[in-house]
């Protein structure tokens, strides 16, 4: 392995540790959000107490003083800041690291306004694809009649899946999808199509071939879910 990909190698494995550490950075962050709040809260009502009752002020001008609130409030303030301006840095880094990873996703989900909409979306990505024939896959065989479904989208049994051509991607619709209790998924070659309903589609592939896939989807009234 070349030191190149050994440092990829590691780059990534820090990563995959530092994201699954997101539980660790929340319960560093709650107590300090816990101390934040109740300051914000602490000062209104000092505020409102002598917005209404104006013989305590020489009272609370005491208080300031004897507590040494001001240079204890410009610390905290500039340590709020300081890390307002970590976070603000960070946030454009991770824009970037956002990129990265949106350009080699592998998958998508995507939300359909109604069937049509979907069955249309299929449709389009077949043509643009060229895709001539489909795997039907069940996730649960079961007690499925896998001759029966065979017999109604017109495919070819082959062991516990059934060839089907792409050209009666009408008949998944309208003979699988509307028991809408089966889980199943259409595989070819350059992507898998996950039904998770009629309108709802998971989709796996290449990148380059989910990239095609988001830009057709608004065209469809899709969602393109961002998770």
Known sequence: MSDVNTKLKKSFESINKN???????????????????????NFKEISEIVDKHKYLEKEVEDEIKKRELISLFKKMNTAVLEIKDDIDAFNKEMQNANQLLENYRSYRNYTFSDTLNSQEFVKKLIDSLNIKEFILKFNVVGTIDLNEVSNKVKGKKQGIDIIVSSENINLIYSEILKSKTIKFRLVCDVITIYFEKDTVLYIEGPSKKIRLCDIEAPNFNAKVLDI
């Open 19 to 41: 994201l699954y550490r997101t539980k660790k950075v929340l319960d560093l962050y709650n107590p300090l959000h816990n101390i934040l709040n109740e300051l914000v809260n």
